[in-house]
């Protein structure tokens, strides 16, 4: 049986160093919570509650924190975050078409990862480029009037 994300275990020593960088800074919180998550790829609970045990915090103001800020992702996500449109413009050109392909083809489901942790997939409403619709953003490139399956495509060749 696989471990769960609980059970995990973190390799901390980067942790500490960001924690040695920020010790004379009140109310760092929210850098040392980016550095984490630019280490770890999201802010994994046990490392959550590593940084409240050192910085004496209670988890619960830490975890408030992590969820206000839209920057900040308590599960893990995939390499490579695939952002598909589906506001007005992108919808009628069948955005949801791409969200079945991608899930069908990537086995990556909507606001969710690939078993892999290649993909993670999420559903965005307009992303300011209606002229390009359906758009879909890989990562930070653009990708206007997409066709599902050449997108696939295109995303199965990344690393
Ligand atoms: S509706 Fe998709 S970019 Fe505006």
């Known amino acids: 049986m696989s471990e769960t994300l609980e059970e995990q275990t973190f390799d901390l020593i980067p942790l500490l160093a960001i924690l040695e960088e920020y010790k004379n800074?009140?109310?760092?919180?929210?850098?040392?919570?980016?550095?984490?998550?630019?280490?770890?790829?999201?802010?994994?609970?046990?490392?959550?509650?590593?940084?409240?045990?050192?910085?004496?915090?209670?988890?619960?103001?830490?975890?408030?924190?992590?969820?206000?800020?839209?920057q900040f992702h308590l599960k893990r996500r995939g390499r490579h975050l695939i952002r598909v449109c589906d506001g007005t413009a992108c919808h009628v050109k069948g955005a949801m078409k791409t969200v079945d392909v991608i899930h069908e083809q990537l086995q990556t489901p909507p606001n969710g990862s690939s078993p892999d942790y290649k993909y993670s997939l999420e559903i965005v409403y307009c992303l300011g480029s209606c002229g390009l619709a359906p758009v879909v953003v890989v990562d930070d490139k653009v990708y206007g009037q997409t066709e599902p399956d050449k997108l696939v495509r295109q995303l199965k060749r990344l690393e």
Do not use: D, N
């Open 25 to 70: 800074q009140k109310g760092a919180i929210i850098p040392i919570l980016q550095r984490t998550q630019e280490i770890y790829g999201y802010l994994p609970k046990p490392v959550l509650k590593e940084i409240s045990k050192r910085l004496r915090i209670p988890i619960s103001r830490i975890q408030g924190v992590a969820t206000f800020y839209a």
